[in-house]
């Protein structure tokens, strides 16, 4: 396998391009960017192609456009995948609020065809409805792409667990957790979630084992009643349900179904 300075070689030459070609250019870069950074001398050159000699980003950057490829591009030859910025960013949470810039350029995979049978009212597991990934320019929709996580969303005609999660809401899941956690908790918002699957679907829900029963509890403002169930033959947990994206104020409680028995509320 080549080393980035015989791929930066291989790719002058094939462009037809001389050292003395890319001295040149590259000394018309610097002085349009009025910085002698970007220029790149013949000896230079020699020893980023044939020395290991690792080039500034300012060189970098010449050597991109002049060989037509894109800076990310040059950089992944050096072991550098922008890609994969948005998962390292996570090794540091930002203890102030503040807001996320795009990547310049950056490339991530989404769904781009889900399969027919998806049903918006339906409580459902995307990574199975997913026919096709697509590669887009999409900032920090890479993170999504941890093989611990799978991804749900929440039917619009599921009210289990409103209003803590609402209908139409999309829940990152982690399967790695998936095993009821039994203790007092001193919140709902403490208390775990589990993205559940049955032979009738999916859910998300609040459980508890009892012996070789799974009861499915929902919100106690819910208007959807418990459920209990043959564990583990009826009933799979997937994962806990460890994040969520969901939109404030476009479902209220009188969007439940009308055939619920609804609580009163206070």
């Not at 396998?1 to 040149?24: C, I, N, S, W, Y």
């Not at 970007?38 to 192609?49: C, F, G, K, T, V």
């Not at 996580?149 to 998936?178: C, H, R």
Request: hydrophobic content about 40%.
């Amino acid at each position: 396998m080549f080393d980035p300075g015989q791929q930066l070689r291989a790719l002058r030459e094939q462009l037809g391009l001389t050292v003395r070609d890319v001295e040149a250019a590259t000394s018309k870069i610097a002085d349009r960017h009025r910085n002698p950074e970007y220029a790149i001398s013949i000896s230079r050159l020699s020893d980023i192609e044939t020395k290991g000699i690792v080039p500034s980003v300012y060189k970098l950057y010449s050597l991109a456009v002049i060989y037509r490829r894109t800076f990310n591009e040059i950089l992944a030859w050096y072991g550098i995948d922008l890609g994969q910025a948005a998962q390292d960013s996570t090794v540091l949470a930002l203890k102030q609020s503040h807001l996320l810039a795009p990547s310049e350029g950056g490339m991530a995979k989404i769904p781009v065809r889900l399969d027919p049978a998806f049903d918006l009212r339906k409580t459902t597991n995307i990574g199975r409805m997913i026919q096709r990934w697509g590669i887009v320019p999409l900032a920090q929709v890479a993170a999504l792409l941890d093989g611990e996580f799978t991804f749900g969303y929440i039917g619009t005609e599921d009210f289990t667990m409103w209003p803590l999660l609402l209908p139409g809401s999309f829940v990152q899941v982690d399967e790695a957790k998936n095993k009821v956690e039994e203790k007092q908790w001193r919140s709902e918002y403490e208390r775990p979630v589990y993205f559940v699957e049955s032979r009738k679907g999916f859910t998300c829900c609040w459980c508890s084992v009892k012996a070789d029963r799974i009861i499915l509890q929902p919100h106690p403002l819910s208007p959807v009643q418990p459920r209990i169930m043959r564990f583990p033959q009826d009933a799979e947990i997937i994962g806990q349900v460890v994040g969520v994206a969901m939109r404030l104020g476009d479902v209220s409680y009188d969007d439940a179904p009308r055939s619920a028995t609804r609580p009163k509320l206070n």
